[in-house]
T-cell receptor
Framework: AQKVTQAQTEISVVEKEDVTLDCVYE???????LFWYKQPPSGELVFLIR??????QNEISGRYSWNFQKSTSSFNFTITASQVVDSAVYFC??????????FGAGTRLTVKP | DGGITQSPKYLFRKEGQNVTLSCEQN?????MYWYRQDPGQGLRLIYY???????QKGDIAEGYSVSREKKESFPLTVTSAQKNPTAFYLC???????????FGEGSWLTVV
């Protein structure tokens, strides 16, 4: 069965610092999809990115970047020059193409001014 | 606006009562889901539905029931059989099974 591990329970940084959120996954399938979601204090989960297992190209979107490495089964998320508005809980998730999307336990990021 | 609407946002229930959480989507998505989130924890799948009039149990379906009579609607009933129902409930949908899941704003249920 697939599994997602986010070892960092909480991270605290000062504004403008760079921060990396780790995600390690386990799956036996060769085709799978990885996701990152942001959950601000309001509670709604906001979709950030979806990456399929055949595309290891790293992606950058503004201050956000994602590093996908199949060799280490990791899909890490970096925020550059963090801002207070980045404070949230971030979830990594794995889907094997069916309805069974597995979420990690989440990493609570606090960005202090 | 297109999206997923959950109601109510906050709900209090007395022990022994059934309550129903509403979820409506206007994204024309085939698949819909219910997740439960406990404080400081990740999401756990309660039920999901791929098409109208069909739904499947997730990891923690005991004490819950759902229906999918319309494509747009996927209500969740928390029954009195659910031993510890106080939690945050998230409804979600995707165009089809395995595609990106989008979430509603969630509903807080508290048993008093």
């Amino acid at each position: 069965a697939q599994k997602v591990t986010q070892a960092q329970t909480e991270i605290s940084v000062v504004e403008k610092e760079d921060v990396t959120l780790d995600c390690v996954y386990e799956t036996r399938d060769t085709t799978y999809y990885l996701f990152w979601y942001k959950q601000p204090p309001s509670g709604e989960l906001v979709f950030l990115i979806r990456r399929n297992s055949f595309d290891e190209q790293n992606e950058i979107s503004g201050r956000y970047s994602w590093n996908f490495q199949k060799s280490t089964s990791s899909f890490n998320f970096t925020i550059t020059a963090s801002q207070v508005v980045d404070s949230a809980v971030y979830f990594c998730a794995l889907s094997e193409g069916n309805n069974d999307m597995r979420f990690g336990a989440g990493t609570r990021l606090t960005v202090k001014p | 606006d297109g999206g997923i609407t959950q109601s109510p946002k906050y709900l209090f229930r007395k022990e022994g009562q059934n309550v129903t959480l509403s979820c409506e989507q206007n994204l024309n998505h085939d698949a819909m889901y219910w997740y439960r989130q406990d404080p400081g924890q990740g999401l756990r799948l309660i039920y999901y539905s791929q098409i109208v009039n069909d739904f499947q149990k997730g990891d923690i379906a005991e004490g819950y029931s759902v229906s999918r009579e319309k494509k747009e609607s996927f209500p969740l009933t928390v029954t009195s059989a659910q031993k510890n129902p106080t939690a945050f409930y998230l409804c979600a949908s995707s165009a089809f099974a395995g595609n990106t899941i989008y979430f509603g704003e969630g509903s807080w249920l508290t048993v008093v």
